[in-house]
Antibody, heavy 123, light 111 residues
Framework: QVQLQESGPGLVKPSQTLSLTCTVS??????????WSWIRQHPGKGLEWIGY???????YYNPSLKSRVSISVDRSKNQFSLKVNSVTAADTAVYYC???????????????WGPGTLVTVSS | QTVVTQEPSLTVSPGETVTLTCASS?????????PNWFQQKPGQAPRALIY???KKHSWTPARFSGSLLGGEAALTLSGVQPEDEADYYC???????????FGGGTKLTVL
């Protein structure tokens, strides 16, 4: 069974770059049929889709975050990563990585999720 | 800006049936929005329940079902159990315009 685990600093200063990594186990990130996603949840609030990447490097981002976000993949380490530039307090959230399942070439669901990691933006 | 709206809260008694709904600011929710439903309990990651309107994951209990109802996506729990108390989020797909958009969530209380 596939498992995902987020890792990275829990505290980031305003205006700096937030960087997180998701390590995938129990399956290969290069096997195809999946996109690898980031989703966040502000404290006490709802969920927000950030974006996702295919093992080939194709990416899709939430238009509202696109100018500050980048997602990359490291197939050799079975990992994918998130960077958010120029962070503010509004980027404080629990960040989840998740697997997006494609069925006949269409993403239909986000089936497996990591436990999440809290990132606080504060000086 | 695309907004997905859910009931903020619902209260139900054990054994009853309850339906949660998910509406789109752009108009009727269709199968092309690939409606998803997630359950989230305190301190846990969301757990996928329903995808593509009505498909169930292998771990989804039989009492959960999804549908389209009056232009909205719907999640029905038939015979609610105390362990179903949680937040429920719907998720809709809008293509290149907005990508995937979550609803604000419904807090389901089982009393």
């Amino acid at each position: 069974q596939v498992q995902l685990q987020e890792s990275g600093p829990g505290l980031v200063k305003p205006s700096q770059t937030l960087s997180l990594t998701c390590t995938v186990s129990g399956g290969s990130i290069s096997s195809g049929g999946y996109y690898w996603s980031w989703i966040r949840q502000h404290p006490g609030k709802g969920l927000e889709w950030i974006g996702y990447i295919y093992y080939s490097g194709n990416t899709y981002y939430n238009p509202s975050l696109k100018s500050r976000v980048s997602i990359s993949v490291d197939r050799s380490k079975n990992q994918f990563s998130l960077k958010v530039n120029s962070v503010t307090a509004a980027d404080t959230a629990v960040y989840y990585c998740a697997r997006a399942l494609m069925i006949r070439g269409v993403i239909e669901t986000f089936d497996y999720w990591g436990p999440g990691t809290l990132v606080t933006v504060s000086s | 800006q695309t907004v997905v709206t859910q009931e903020p809260s619902l209260t139900v008694s054990p054994g009853e049936t309850v339906t949660l709904t998910c509406a789109s600011s752009t108009g009727a929710v269709t199968s092309g929005c690939y409606p998803n439903w997630f359950q989230q309990k305190p301190g846990q990651a969301p757990r996928a329940l329903i995808y593509s309107t009505s498909k169930k994951h292998s771990w989804t209990p039989a009492r959960f079902s999804g549908s389209l109802l009056g232009g909205e996506a719907a999640l029905t729990l038939s015979g609610v159990q105390p362990e179903d108390e949680a937040d429920y989020y719907c998720l809709l797909y809008y293509g290149g315009v907005s990508g995937w958009v979550f609803g604000g969530g419904t807090k389901l209380t089982v009393l």
